[in-house]
């Protein structure tokens, strides 16, 4: 089992806490992301696992054993970089084989690996061309594949297609999933483009300035998040915060513009987290509550971000194709409790999180 | 608070022509968006329309000047730099004056306007600090209000996101176009995100190789692309354009698109834009704007891979050289493997010619 | 692991280490001793006798009360005053003009380096005979006024230091050229640009954008040839000889002669090391202050 685990690392460079008291494993064979905005640890843990770097406090473990005190080289993690670095003036064929011909590995076993990676991600039909000849999604087979020669635990990726434009993003990412899926190894991966995150992860972390805050599949972390920090990192537009005002069975919101019936048995609820595509925006048409003002029409073909303003804060909700809908119009707003997250006074969630909470 | 003139612009580096005759009109007050992807021509118009190239023919105009042999001191015009070009060895407040005292502006004005400008942009407690070091976010104010405090009839933004991290940029596009309507300067933006240019401009010129493909409103360019190009680029995901030939069936016009079978009958006004036997069109329709149907209706397309983002689910569809993406809500069971049928919905339907890549209207 | 490093990386310059407390250190150490004594190659003694010649700080109070000696330090100063900015203000000019492009911009660089590879002997004799009384400055100088110029240069107290000063700066300024050419090839483009946006003329853009950037690479310049122009030799020798009489007696060719003419090396000994101390402690502040930068 090529499993990486860490048990309460912690990682500070002089007085700053990189990481902080981390613990986690990915599973083998799996896509692990960490997810976060910059400074929050996500390098670092990298650093930590190739073993650039050496703990200052904690253990951390690559298919059980402890290997804080092993080189990088001897770790057999691959790391594959965001410039891929494939060396110019060799062919693919032999970028890929490098990493074995230089641990002087016997012949057959070279090009057994050889051959055996290059049908995995389809590349052995330009096995024979230079990285020169190659296009960009082709190189990016050959990085991986040269990563994947080893048979490491596992192989790296930080921030790969940060830099592409994009629409180039979008269609790498896919083909990156596809790949981790076809050469069944785990993945580590590093981003802070909360999209990109939830389309390639099996299971991803969220950093927050060096402190794992949930991990999980994206889906439960989306749907459960454990904290408000959380729950604004996924979702573009971003999530709603609105603090909830008590009034004996329900929640009044956004100023009495919308109101919820609160659920039982649950206390402490200072904060409601909405989902813009969670929140129902129809015409006004006079009853109860207060009507809420749309200021600002995004359309964006496909859907719509409409903001309103209601109450202190003002809200957005996301409408599906293209609605006939005019700034300064009244609307009236409704909502499923069952899709609203509730909060307490610090920010953590009081119902249920998705994958674990730290 | 010009409009700006490009008639017949050319744009040659030596052999390569990196724009060809670009005829484009910004109103004045317009946020205009110069969206493609890299290599398209969209930085070299912007450094024309600055000054920073000349054309090789054609000309500018900023409303009835011809802007030739003006230099770029001379154009009036604002420009924020992809790496924001902040002088580094100067504080903020220096930053933010420099036009100013460049031109000599008496100093209680410089004071005053700078002082202004910074309370404008939050920037008032990081007046004297160092420019070096400072994030991004407050980089990019920096560069934009050392240009806006020149008060420019035209601002030119070149790609001012791309260095920002995904998780700012939301934050940071809600910002310019506050900015915009504060100043209500004529802006041009170029950008090769989509999204950004949607949510962002009056009007988008979307551009590919040196050649202006289509120009006009978000809408009208999501609604009625002109050409493949713009369908595929505009959109996340791009537009579905599946090939085929239209045939006649019993209750009207559909396109055969081979081992797909038969698409849904057309609309009589999709209809008058093709004839059976005029050869190969691409049926076109985007990932949102289709549903899903009973297991005999519509189409039928195994489910390649699922991408839950968010508030999307977005289905990979098809194995064989035809290929779509449909978008959903986030409802369950859509697994891989499974065969998904769905049916565009008529109205959204765009018809290409095959040959060509143009859109075909049925008018 | 980078200790490990770091401790290899000690082990294998090890030689190369000692190699160089053996030509740096102990020469110095060597210097130290004799400089406090009174020894010369003539006393008959070997040099590592001179103790029995033991002055003290003799010498040292000598030097400070030693005229010629600061006269020659008056003159390698002024001539350093005068030289090294004129050297900075034409190689900046000649830097500036070589950011664009001109026709027969390569050959004109070949050109303007040349002086630069000259054997700075040599040089010297190529000044020595321009500036003759029948020789081709003069000659030149006729034909611009249009009429018979025969001005002594080097036989002239006053003129002798100014051919001088001409000969460091035709042979030194390439070298600024090169050094500033760097620096202003490291100002950003994007800044330039957009100052010129923002209205600046090429001058303010000169003032307030490059030169602000170049702070460092002219600091270093300017140090090189502060240093190197303090110990201007061999060009000045076999121009003048530091003549005529002691007109443009520098401060190394007052050690040259008295070194090898009077042959009081101990004497010398203290003014070389006098000189050092000087120097270093100049330097060290100089850097101090570039790296508060």
Request: hydrophobic share 45%; glycine share 8%.
């Amino acid at each position: 089992m090529a499993e990486i685990a860490f048990q309460n690392v912690t990682k500070s460079y002089g007085a700053t806490v990189a990481v902080n008291d981390a613990s986690f494993t990915v599973a083998d064979n799996e896509f692990f992301c960490f997810f976060g905005p910059p400074l929050s640890g996500k390098s670092t843990i990298l650093r930590l696992i190739l073993g650039l770097e050496k703990p200052d406090s904690g253990e951390i473990l690559i298919d059980g054993k402890r290997v804080n005190d092993t080189t990088p080289a001897a770790r057999n993690i691959a790391m594959v970089f965001q410039n891929l670095a494939l060396f110019p003036h060799m062919t693919a064929a032999e970028n890929v084989r490098f990493p074995l011909v230089e641990r002087h590995e016997p012949a057959d076993k070279i090009a057994t690996r050889l051959q055996d990676v290059a049908e995995k991600l389809h590349i052995a039909h330009i096995l024979h061309k230079m990285p020169g000849q190659l296009s960009g999604g082709e190189r990016q087979r050959v990085a991986i594949a040269r990563a994947l020669v080893r048979d490491p635990a596992a192989y790296l990726m930080d921030d790969p297609i940060s830099a592409l434009d994009a629409r180039l993003r979008e269609e790498t990412r896919v083909e990156l999933k596809r790949i981790q899926r076809e050469a069944g190894r785990t993945l580590i991966y590093v981003t802070h483009d909360q999209e990109e995150a939830m389309s390639v992860a099996d299971r991803m972390a969220i950093l927050e300035r060096g402190i794992l805050r949930q991990i999980g599949r994206p889906v439960e972390i989306y749907d459960h998040p454990a904290t408000t920090y959380v729950a604004q990192l996924l979702g573009s537009p971003g999530v709603n915060i609105l603090s909830a005002r008590r009034m004996g069975a329900t929640y009044d919101l956004a100023d009495g513009a919308l109101q919820l019936t609160a659920p039982d048995g649950l206390a402490g609820v200072t904060e409601l987290g909405l989902r813009p595509e969670d929140l129902r925006v129809t015409p006004w048409q006079g009853g109860t509550g207060r009507p809420a003002t749309v200021t600002e029409v995004e359309p964006l073909g496909g859907y719509t971000v409409v903001t309103l303003a209601a109450g202190p804060t003002p809200l957005r909700a996301l409408m599906r194709g293209q609605p006939d809908i005019r700034v300064g119009a009244e609307v009236a707003l409704t909502c499923d409790p069952a899709q609203v997250i509730y909060f307490g006074d610090k920010g953590q969630a009081l119902s249920r999180i998705g994958g674990e909470r730290l | 608070m010009t409009a700006i003139h490009l008639q017949n612009l050319v744009k040659r580096f030596g052999p390569f022509t990196a724009l060809k005759t670009m005829d484009l009109t910004i109103e004045n007050g317009e946020f205009m968006a110069l969206l493609g992807p890299s290599g398209c021509g969209k930085s070299t118009t912007m450094n024309m329309i600055a000054g920073m190239e000349s054309p090789s023919e054609g000309r500018i105009m900023f409303g009835d000047r011809d802007m030739a042999g003006v230099p770029m001191g001379r154009r009036g015009v604002g420009f924020v730099f992809q790496n924001y070009a902040i002088f580094t060895h100067m504080t903020v407040r220096q930053n933010l004056a420099y036009g100013l005292r460049a031109t000599r502006r008496p100093a209680d004005e410089i004071a005053r306007r700078t002082k202004a400008m910074a309370d404008l942009l939050q920037l008032t407690d990081l007046l004297d600090r160092p420019s070096a070091g400072l994030s991004v976010n407050i980089l990019q104010r920096v560069a934009i209000g050392r240009s806006a405090i020149m008060e420019p009839a035209i601002f030119l933004l070149d790609e001012p996101l791309s260095n920002v991290d995904a998780a700012f940029r939301a934050v940071m596009r809600t910002e310019l176009k506050q900015l915009q309507r504060t100043f209500k300067q004529t802006m041009v933006y170029v950008t090769h995100d989509q999204l950004e240019a949607m949510t962002m401009a009056d009007r988008i010129a979307v551009m590919d190789h040196g050649v202006l493909q289509q120009v006009g409103t978000p809408l009208e360019i999501y609604n009625n692309p002109a050409n493949l190009f713009v369908a595929r680029f505009i959109g996340s995901p791009g537009m579905n354009l599946l090939q085929g030939t239209p045939v006649e069936t019993a209750r009207g016009l559909a396109i055969d698109l081979g081992p797909l079978g038969l698409t849904p009958t057309l609309l009589p006004e999709q209809a008058a834009a093709v004839r059976p036997g005029k050869g190969p069109v691409l049926y076109g329709f985007r990932p949102e704007q289709a549903t899903i149907v009973g297991d005999a209706q519509g189409m039928a397309m195994p489910v390649t891979f699922v991408e839950r983002i968010g508030a999307r689910t977005i289905l990979h569809l098809g194995n064989g050289p035809q290929t779509a993406k449909t978008v959903f809500e986030n409802e369950a069971g859509f697994e891989q493997g499974k065969i998904l049928h769905f049916a565009p919905h008529p109205a959204a339907v765009r018809l290409f010619d095959a040959a060509t890549g143009t859109a075909l209207k049925g008018h | 692991m980078k200790d490990d490093a770091a401790k290899l990386g000690f082990r294998l310059t090890l030689p190369a280490q000692v190699l160089v407390l053996f030509i740096s250190v102990f020469p110095l150490l060597m210097q130290l001793y004799i400089s406090l004594t009174d020894w010369s190659p003539l006393s008959g003694l070997n040099w590592t006798r001179a103790w029995q010649m033991w002055n003290s700080f003799a010498n040292y109070s000598d030097l400070i009360h030693d005229h010629r000696l600061w006269a020659a330090l008056g003159r390698t100063v002024f001539v350093m005053a005068v030289c090294v900015p004129v050297e900075f203000l034409l190689g900046l000019g000649l830097a500036t003009l070589f950011m664009d492009n001109f026709p027969g911009k390569r050959l004109f660089y070949s050109i303007l380096i040349m002086p630069m590879m000259v054997v700075p002997a040599v040089a010297g004799y190529m000044f020595f005979m321009l500036f003759q009384s029948g020789g081709p400055i003069n000659d030149i100088l006729s034909g611009l006024i249009g009429h018979p110029v025969t001005i002594a240069w080097l036989s002239s107290p006053n003129l002798a230091l100014f051919a001088v000063m001409v000969a460091d700066i035709w042979q030194w300024t390439p070298l600024m050229f090169l050094i500033l050419l760097a620096g202003l090839a490291g100002v950003p483009d994007d800044q330039i640009k957009a100052a010129t946006l923002l209205g600046a003329n090429p001058w303010q853009r000169f003032l307030t954008i490059v030169l602000p950037r170049m702070k460092t690479i002219i600091g270093i310049a300017l140090a090189i040839r502060v240093i190197e122009c303090f110990k201007i030799f061999d060009t000045l020798f076999i121009m003048t000889g530091g003549g005529p009489g002691v007109a443009t007696e520098t401060i190394s060719v007052y050690i040259y002669k008295i070194t090898t003419q009077d042959l009081i090396w101990g004497y010398v000994a203290a003014i070389a090391l006098a000189i050092l101390i000087v120097l270093s402690v100049a330097c060290v502040w100089a850097l101090k202050r570039m790296a508060r930068q």
